[in-house]
């Protein structure tokens, strides 16, 4: 403390003001490195605060991600089932009735086949784009 006052002393301040003056400019330190670390420790608790609600969010997001991949598996499976199913039905209706297979059908028949078809084609369609 008395090198401090040796410096205040030093500064051109007078006898009578040398200790006021210098408890003054240490309070002031004080005071300002207490809210420098006061600062640091808010801005590392808004930080790790921060970094928990981005970590949570980031969860939730990953775990209603991995259920809609889960539902979009179960219904391509149910999908490629339906078109295996309808495959073996058919091959099931051409053995039974091979020569009305090779005959040519009416337009309900027709309508039938073309629905099929269709479905057969939309389940290879979106099986293609899950292998992709």
Excluded: C, W
Excluded at 1 to 24: D, H, I
Excluded at 74 to 94: F, M, Y
């Amino acid at each position: 403390m008395g090198l401090l006052l040796g410096l205040v002393l030093k500064s051109g301040v007078s006898q009578r003001f040398a200790k006021p003056v210098l408890y003054a400019v240490l309070l002031a330190l004080a005071v300002a490195a207490f809210f420098g670390a006061k600062a640091i420790y808010d801005h590392n608790l808004v930080s790790s605060h921060d970094a928990k609600q981005e970590a949570k969010a980031t969860k939730a997001t990953l775990k209603r991600e991995r259920a809609a991949n889960a539902d979009e598996d179960r219904g391509e499976q149910h999908d490629e089932e339906q078109a295996a199913q309808l495959e073996t039905e058919v091959q099931n209706a051409i053995q039974t009735h091979p020569v009305e297979a090779r005959r040519s059908s009416g337009p309900a028949s027709n309508a039938a086949l073309g629905e099929l078809r269709g479905r057969q084609s939309a389940a290879g369609k979106r099986q293609h784009k899950a292998g992709r």
